[in-house]
């Protein structure tokens, strides 16, 4: 009798639960804005962050809610941020796709190595804490493809020389690899720019030179005859785009080939 009564309650206090869940279901309830679930469905579903949101679908609450612009998304084509204005009755900004750059030179065949041999996990991150890589030069590329992981769209591979080569027609302009890499060496530029200082070493001249064969030797050549177009830090040419004039960068005068017009990949 008393196994009966129990059954009873528990049953009796199971439909009382669920009868109160299923009441507060429906007065709670949230409706969504059905314009969420259209502007998701032209969005590409790469989950990839490049938008700065949590993923496509957050970015589609975004930006029904005026939170964040259409163009926002780097991996949306044109066709694709046309429908969602429509949607939304909208007019979009043009934009310029933004690519990678490796700012690295130091490959196999450039950068002078150390005397030991490096042993153990071979992700970038893992060889940046341990070791700082078999290089002597503590600022280049470590080789061991972060980056070329972290793309999901195939745009990166490591070249003969052991360096990340950027594959343009297939980069979506994320920026996932940008933050793959610890030692801050790629950046995202738009596509029409095209001359870069592909380095980021700090060392003082001598010991840049005694590192890689194609480091930035901080002498200040560029800098000086640029009017504003490049200026040196840390030992470092840094581009300024918004001063820059290409026809007074004496590129030819870099004795290492640190500065040079953009590389076109095949």
Same mark, same amino acid.
């Given at each position: ?17 669920? *009868? ?22 032209? =969005? ?6 490049? @938008?700065?949101?949590? *993923? #496509? ?13 259409? +163009? ?14 429509? !949607?939304?009755?909208?007019? %979009? ?30 992700? @970038? ?11 002597? #030069? ?10 070329? +992981? ?6 990166? !591979? %490591?070249?003969?020389?052991? !360096? ?20 801050? =060496?790629?950046?995202?530029?738009? %596509? ?6 592909? #380095?980021?070493?700090? /060392? ?17 050549? @560029? ?5 504003? *177009? ?14 820059? /004039? ?21």
């Amino acid at each position: 009798m008393e196994i009966i009564i129990a059954i009873l309650t528990l049953g009796g206090l199971g439909f009382i639960f669920a *009868g109160g869940l299923a009441f507060a279901d429906k007065k709670l309830k949230v409706e969504e804005n059905p314009l969420i679930a259209e502007v998701n469905q032209y =969005l590409p579903n790469a989950n990839c962050g490049g @938008c700065g949101k949590a *993923g #496509c679908y957050d970015f589609a609450v975004n930006v029904v809610e005026g939170k964040i612009e259409i +163009n926002k998304c780097p991996v949306c084509n044109d066709e694709a941020r046309n429908e969602i204005a429509k !949607l939304l009755g909208q007019e %979009i900004s043009t934009t310029i796709k933004k690519i990678p750059i490796i700012h690295c030179q130091g490959g196999n065949s450039k950068a002078n190595k150390k005397e030991v041999d490096y042993i153990g996990p071979k992700t @970038c991150k893992t060889i940046n804490l341990i070791s700082g890589g078999e290089n002597l #030069c503590y600022y280049g590329c470590l080789g061991a493809g972060d980056c070329v +992981n972290a793309c999901q769209f195939g745009a990166l !591979l %490591i070249n003969n020389d052991g !360096l990340p080569q950027v594959i343009e027609e297939l980069c979506t302009g994320c920026g996932i690899c940008v933050k793959s890499c610890p030692r801050n =060496l790629i950046e995202l530029h738009p %596509i029409d720019r095209n001359i870069f200082v592909y #380095c980021k070493n700090e /060392d003082e001249p001598k010991k840049a030179k005694e590192v890689c064969d194609v480091a930035c030797i901080g002498c200040g050549i @560029c800098a000086r005859k640029s009017d504003g *177009g490049i200026i040196m830090k840390n030992n470092l040419a840094i581009v300024v785009y918004d001063s820059l /004039d290409i026809s007074k960068i004496p590129i030819e005068k870099c004795s290492t080939g640190a500065i040079k017009k953009k590389e076109l990949y095949n």
